[in-house]
Structure formats: structure tokens, C-alpha cells
């Protein structure tokens, strides 16, 4: 092999290069190796985690109004945590039964350093109500789509409910478990209690108050420490394991004495019984009762790793623990599909696009071992992209998968440039190696200077903070690390393997023949015309972009922040007006579901075939859905979708396919209006107006109120006449207690045996 004669300069890379090609080799090997094993490494998902530091406190309070809940719980949380380092955004919404704070803090916030100070800002609110649970922190936010959604059935169609306690308690945790899964809504079903009817009265008759009776089950709900006993040289510990484990205990339980000092029981006066809580929301799947699951995931996990999790989990159960009750649990929705569709669809393009460029190089350059040698870029360059993704902690999903195909084209430019003049140095007659050397060597300059150009576009949108910076890293991540991968491989690779692959030629032997050489003499014939004119150049460069601009505006497609995607799923909320109960949402529930199940597997009126559907929901806010037969016409069913959950009085219904981008269910392409104030009326009567300009101004638009453009649920007020309590010696609070008892059944306290979860005791009349 003809040594380099060039003296030493930056071109020693080039040289070593060249002279050791195994070296080059090897690295090339190992590039190919890491960067494999990081493709099987790297999580799989859809998109990009467009990751905002979010935090969520939910304070259940079990029949509380939405006035109490703001009034009693999320104003003294609201001013307790209204100084936490780092927090933009603080949202609350007060709900019947719950209290729902949503924190949102600056881009890069540690979130679990943040979790810690909402901790301990929490402990500074001095009091909550007596029937209040603690508040749970959370940094796992259900506001991005579900992972998967599955729903517990029977196959018969009966009632499900009673099985949510159940549910909670025995399958959810086993989800939990799954690595990958954040959190889980459950939806559907009747919580298990324990009822103390009591006899209103008997209770009289032996002057006994409802008070009273609270408090004596209260007390004997819970088990009493003794402190500790030195007996010899042992130490003791002490208790009093008064608290019942099951329902019949409590009827044992001393609630007063009669007038000769006879024990009066609880049975005296009460019957004590299993039971369930009345409904708070329904759900159904396919026009049958049914429990629904939400799943949501961790940040940064393998969608496809944890969803095969999950439908392992779920055939488990199905089989182990449902089917022996009669019931079935199914996987209706999750993202493995789509995912698997949309990477596969990326990678194929991705290929195409390699090989259609090696075609064009074989066409150009008509030699097969050139060809092959630029070819080695394109592996080299999208395996090394891998390996620096992996490193930098991204993800593979349709963003950077679709900015490693765009880099495919890009990375052979270096290449082509470096061959190109290689074989200009073998055209005069010079060795194969040395022509490697000296061609490289000429331009590298030239490629650096292209490569740090085409990089320093893309580099600032990595450290871009916001949500776009989060949406488009993965590309300007990909096409970088692409680009400055193909930089190496042209003045290291390219010389070290043309050294080798590439035969000596004589001098005038030109590499291109045929339609390269056509293409060249025609290209030269053309420019040598322009130059030969400066009007000539500057009418062509004046047509170019004059002919570029109208093309631009011609073409120019619809502007969009964000494309929609084509998942097969469409998603409906229904607004239904304040005070709905769950039993006039479990009416509009059937009829919805019996308008899906007409079109379920019947394609006619416009309407395509449905093959799945669910509805579910609160007085609040309902959800529900469909999932078409054909994944290619499930955008036409979002007009029937709309149209099934409208058609009941007084509701608000929308309906949209679910968004590619989306943060929150029906979302991705939307524009929200905040509106805030003090004065509630004000702030409502404000935005009915702004709706209905919308409306008007956007035709086709759809508005909806985040809540409900309504001042809230209707209400009964009890008001206590004071003489007369007074009279009585009845408190303002055991009035209330008794109100409640009557109305809902008042929470007592818990019982379950010791190591078991515990249900509610509720004091109902």
C-alpha cells in the first residue's frame, strides 16, 4: 500500500485512519453492536413525554357539597401551599365528595423534592373536617391519555357493582404492581359498608340520642393502647383489642343503661347488615353493566414492555380470580396497536428512504464497491444515532423515529463529497490509498464546517424549555447526533474502507460513466451558459425565487399546531345539567349504549360498523366512546358519536378522535380561555356570553365549559330553628349528624378484621 507523503495537520486522523483499517473496523463493529443492543434497550411509545411537573392532592370527603369542599377543605390547602418554591400554576376544583388540587411547577422542577415541601406545607392546614380523609399527594398525573383501559362484566349482563370493594382491594394492587403503572381510576360499581339502621324510636323510648350512638360505635371501632408493664425481666406491652372484626360484634356494642341499670345494646335499637353505598357513577361496556379501569403510566416507560405486562395481568385475573365469580375482565382499548402500526410505518419509510438512496447511487456513480462503501454510512450513522439517544436518556417513539429518517438522506451527503473527490485523487493516478488520504483530507474542512451548519439549527430547540421544546427535542436530537455521527464516518470510515474496496485507476479513468456522466456535462454545460452572463444569473436566481414563492403559497397546507393522528378511537363528553342523579345518568347511559350497540358490527346509514363502545361517568362529567371495525374510517363515526350522547335534555355533548398529542382525554387540538374572578355569577355569566360568541364567530366549533356553566348542584338546606334546638339541648353539629344519618348514612368509622382492609360503618335512620 503507497504510503501518505502530505506532511502532519489535522488530517492525521485521515491518516491513521487509513493505514489501520482493522482499527476502523472494529469501530465500526462496535458502533453497530452498542447501538443494536440500545434499539432493544431504549422505551417504546408513541410520542415524546411532553413532561410538565404536575402534582395532584385529592381530600375525599364522603357527602360533602362542592360549597363545603371549597369552603372547608381547598381554601385552607390553597393558602397553605400558595408559597411552595417553584409553582406557576395552582388549579382546584371542588366536586361532591371530593376536593381536587392540581399543582403545576417551572420546567426541570424536581418533583420529588417538590413532593416533600406540598407534604409539609399540607401539615400547616390547621384542621379538616371530621368525615374528611387524609389527602393523598401525587406526583403520577391521570391528565394524559389512559395507557389501557379494561373493563369487569358478566358475560349475562348482570349488575357488576357490588363488587367494587372487591376490585379495589384485591385486583388494583395487583395492577398497581405492574412496573410502568402510575395510578388507576376506577369507575363503576357501589362501595361495600357496613349499615347501623337504627329505629328512631326505640331510640326515643329510651332517651338515646343519634349522638350518642355515634360516638359509642366510634369509640369501640377503635382498639385502646395500655402502655407498657414491667413484670420481672420482662417488659409487656399492653392493649385493650376492643374493636369488633365483624358486622354481628357491633350489635354487642353497650350504647347506654335502662332505668335499673339493664345494659341497652346496639341490637336494642339497630340492625346491623352488609350493604353497599348508593351510586355515585355508572358505567357499561358494549350495552352491558360494568366496572371500568383506567390505567395511566409512568414518565419515560416502554408503552410496549408495560402494556404486554398488562394484558398478561389481565388474562391472569380473568381466568384465576373472575371467571370463578361469573365475571370476565377484558382489555377493550390500549396503545400497542397503534404504536406498533405507526413505528412500523416509520420504519419501513425509513428503509425505503435508505434504500432508494443506495439506488441512486448505484445510478450516479456506477460502481457497485463505491455504492457499498457510502452505503456503510447509513447503518453506521442511524445505529450510532441509537446509541446516543439511549445515552442522553430519550426514548423511540414517531418523532424521533421520523428525525432519523429525514438524517437518512443527510448522512450520505458527507460521504458522497468525501468519495467524490477520492476518486477525483484516483482520476489523476494516484494510489488508492493515497488517493483516500488526499481526498479526505482536502475536505474535510469543507465537511466540518457543513456538519456544524446543519447542526446549530436543530441544537437550540434542545435546550428549549417549553412544550414544543419537548415535543420536537427527539428530532433535533436525532438529525444532530446524525449528522455529527456521518461527519466521522466520512473522514475515518469512507478512506479506510475506499483504501481497501476501491480499485487504482488510470489517469483520465473517470468513476461516473453513462447517465453520471450525462448528468455532469450537462450540469457544466449549464453553468458555464449562466456565468458567462450576469443578467442570465440573476434573471434565473430572480425566477427561482419568485417561481418558489408561488409554489409556497399554492401549496401551503392548512395550518396546525399539531396533527390529530388516526388512532381508532373516538372519545364523547357529556355535560350533563347540576343534580343529575346516578340513576337518570344510568338511563341516558342505556340509550346511548343501545344506539352503539345497533351500529356494532352493522355498517348502513353513513354510520361505520362499531366493534367495541363504553360509557362512564359521574353527575359531573361523563365519558364515553367507540372503537371502529375498520381503523381507516374511524373519524366518520364522530358525528354519530356527538349525536347518540346530545340527544338527552339539558346535556352538553362533544365528541373528537383521540389526539396523537393530547394531554388530557379530548384534547390535542384545542384552545383554552381561562377565565378567573372572585365573583362566581359574574365569572359563569361571562363565560355563557364568550361561549356563545365563539360558537357564532367559529362555525362548526365545539365549545365546551370546563366545569359546567351552571352555579352548581341544586341543594336542600335543613335550617335548625335555634329556640327550639336550644330547648332541646341539640347542637348545630348533632343536628347535622342527624340529617345525615337520614339522607346518606352518616361515616361512624371502619371495620374489618386486624390485617385485612377495612370498609366503612355507616349510621343510617
Given at each position: 500500500?503507497?504510503?501518505p507523503?502530505?506532511?502532519?495537520s ?76 417553584g ?64 373493563t ?24 398497581e ?25 326505640a ?20 382498639d ?28 354487642r ?38 366496572m371500568v ?131 477525483t ?104 451558459w449562466?456565468?458567462r452572463?450576469?443578467?442570465?444569473g ?5 425566477a ?34 347540576p343534580?343529575?342523579?346516578p340513576?337518570e ?33 359521574s ?57 378567573s ?58 343536628l ?30
Amino acid at each position: 500500500m503507497a504510503e501518505p507523503t502530505e506532511p502532519t495537520s489535522p488530517g492525521d486522523l485521515v491518516r491513521t485512519a487509513v493505514q489501520r483499517p482493522v482499527t476502523v473496523l472494529v469501530g465500526v463493529v462496535l458502533v453497530i453492536m452498542f447501538g443494536a443492543l440500545s434499539i432493544a434497550d431504549l422505551p417504546i411509545q408513541l410520542t415524546p413525554d411532553v413532561t410538565v411537573p404536575t402534582m395532584t392532592i385529592n381530600t375525599r370527603w364522603p357527602g360533602a357539597s362542592p360549597q363545603e369542599v371549597e369552603a372547608e377543605i381547598l381554601e385552607e390547602q390553597e393558602d397553605a401551599l400558595k408559597a411552595v418554591p417553584g409553582l406557576v400554576k395552582m388549579e382546584s376544583e371542588a366536586r361532591p365528595d371530593e376536593a381536587r388540587l392540581t399543582l403545576e411547577f417551572e420546567v426541570g422542577t424536581d418533583l420529588d423534592e417538590a413532593l416533600v415541601r406540598v407534604s409539609n406545607r399540607l401539615t400547616q392546614v390547621p384542621d379538616y373536617p371530621a368525615a374528611a380523609r387524609e389527602p393523598v399527594v401525587s406526583a403520577a398525573s391521570n391528565s394524559g391519555p389512559p395507557l389501557a383501559v379494561i373493563t369487569i362484566r358478566s358475560p349475562t349482563g348482570e349488575p357488576v357493582g357490588q363488587y367494587r370493594t372487591w376490585v379495589e382491594q384485591e385486583i388494583i394492587p395487583r395492577l398497581e404492581r405492574i412496573p410502568g403503572v402510575a395510578s388507576i381510576m376506577h369507575l363503576g360499581g357501589r362501595d361495600s359498608r357496613i349499615h347501623v339502621d337504627f329505629d328512631m324510636a326505640a331510640l326515643a323510648s329510651r332517651r338515646i340520642t343519634v349522638q350518642q350512638v355515634a360516638a359509642r360505635i366510634g369509640a369501640e371501632l377503635r382498639d385502646v393502647s395500655g402502655g407498657d408493664l414491667d413484670i420481672g425481666k420482662r417488659r409487656y406491652l399492653v392493649r385493650t383489642p376492643v374493636a369488633p372484626e365483624v358486622p354481628q360484634q357491633l350489635e354487642r356494642i353497650v350504647i347506654g343503661a335502662g332505668p335499673e341499670g339493664t345494659p341497652i345494646l346496639l341490637g336494642d335499637v339497630a340492625t346491623v347488615r352488609p350493604g353497599l353505598r348508593d351510586a355515585t357513577d355508572v358505567a357499561f361496556s358494549d350495552d352491558r353493566p360494568s366496572m371500568v379501569l383506567l390505567l395511566f403510566r409512568e414518565a419515560g416507560t416502554n408503552v410496549l414492555e408495560v402494556s404486554q405486562e398488562v394484558r398478561e395481568v389481565v388474562a391472569e385475573l380473568d381466568q384465576t380470580r373472575f371467571a370463578p365469580e361469573g365475571l370476565e375482565m377484558e382489555l377493550v382499548s390500549d396503545q400497542v396497536g397503534y404504536i406498533t402500526g405507526a413505528l412500523e410505518l416509520v420504519r419501513s419509510n425509513l428503509l425505503i428512504g435508505a434504500a432508494l438512496a443506495i439506488v441512486v447511487l448505484l445510478l450516479f456513480l456506477r460502481s457497485i464497491a463505491a455504492s457499498a462503501v457510502i452505503s456503510v454510512a447509513i447503518p453506521v450513522c442511524v445505529l450510532g444515532t441509537a446509541l446516543g439517544m439511549a445515552l442522553m436518556g430519550r426514548t423511540i417513539n414517531v418523532v424521533s423515529l421520523a428525525g432519523t429518517a429525514f438524517a437518512v438522506g443527510m448522512v450520505v451527503d458527507n460521504s458522497i463529497v468525501a468519495l467524490e473527490n477520492i476518486d477525483t485523487w484516483r482520476s489523476r493516478g494516484v494510489g488508492a490509498a493515497e488517493a483516500a488520504y488526499r481526498g479526505v483530507k482536502e475536505v474535510w474542512g469543507a465537511l466540518l464546517a457543513s456538519t456544524v451548519t446543519t447542526a446549530a439549527v436543530f441544537l437550540p430547540i434542545i435546550g428549549w424549555q417549553d412544550e414544543v421544546g419537548e415535543l420536537l427535542r427527539d428530532v433535533a436530537v436525532s438529525i444532530a447526533l446524525a449528522v455529527g455521527v456521518s461527519l466521522l464516518v466520512s473522514v475515518l470510515v469512507i478512506p479506510s474502507f475506499s483504501a481497501k474496496l476501491l480499485r487504482s485507476r488510470a489517469a483520465g479513468d473517470a468513476a461516473t460513466g453513462g447517465l453520471g456522466a450525462a448528468v455532469r456535462r450537462g450540469i457544466g454545460r449549464q453553468v458555464g451558459w449562466l456565468v458567462r452572463s450576469w443578467w442570465r444569473g440573476l434573471l434565473v436566481a430572480t425566477a427561482a425565487v419568485a417561481g418558489a414563492v408561488v409554489l409556497a403559497v399554492a401549496l401551503l397546507p392548512a395550518m396546525e399546531y399539531l396533527p390529530t393522528g388516526n388512532r381508532n378511537l373516538i372519545f364523547g363528553i357529556l355535560l350533563p345539567p347540576p343534580g343529575y342523579s346516578p340513576a337518570e345518568l344510568d338511563d341516558i347511559g342505556r340509550d346511548v349504549q343501545g344506539q352503539m350497540a345497533a351500529h356494532t358490527g352493522v355498517d348502513e346509514g353513513g354510520v361505520p360498523a362499531i366493534e367495541r363502545s363504553f360509557f362512564v361517568g359521574s353527575p359531573n362529567q361523563v365519558i364515553f366512546g367507540v372503537i371502529a371495525e375498520q381503523d381507516e374510517r374511524v373519524g366518520e363515526l364522530v358525528p354519530f358519536v356527538r349525536q347518540a350522547g346530545g340527544q338527552a335534555p339539558g346535556t352538553f355533548a362533544f365528541a373528537s378522535q383521540a389526539s396523537l398529542f393530547g394531554r388530557q382525554i379530548g384534547s390535542g387540538r384545542a384552545v383554552e380561555v381561562e377565565i378567573s374572578g372572585s365573583d362566581l355569577a359574574a365569572v359563569i355569566g361571562l363565560g355563557g356570553r364568550l361561549m356563545g360568541a365563539i360558537s357564532q364567530a367559529v362555525p362548526g366549533a365545539q365549545v365546551r365549559p370546563i366545569p359546567s356553566l351552571d352555579l352548581g348542584a341544586p341543594e336542600l338546606h335543613a335550617i335548625p330553628r335555634r329556640d327550639d334546638t336550644a330547648g332541646l339541648g341539640v347542637s348545630g353539629a348533632e343536628l347535622g349528624l342527624v340529617v345525615d344519618a337520614y339522607v346518606d348514612g352518616a361515616i361512624v368509622g371502619e371495620l374489618g378484621p386486624q390485617g385485612e382492609p377495612k370498609i366503612d360503618v355507616a349510621l343510617r335512620a
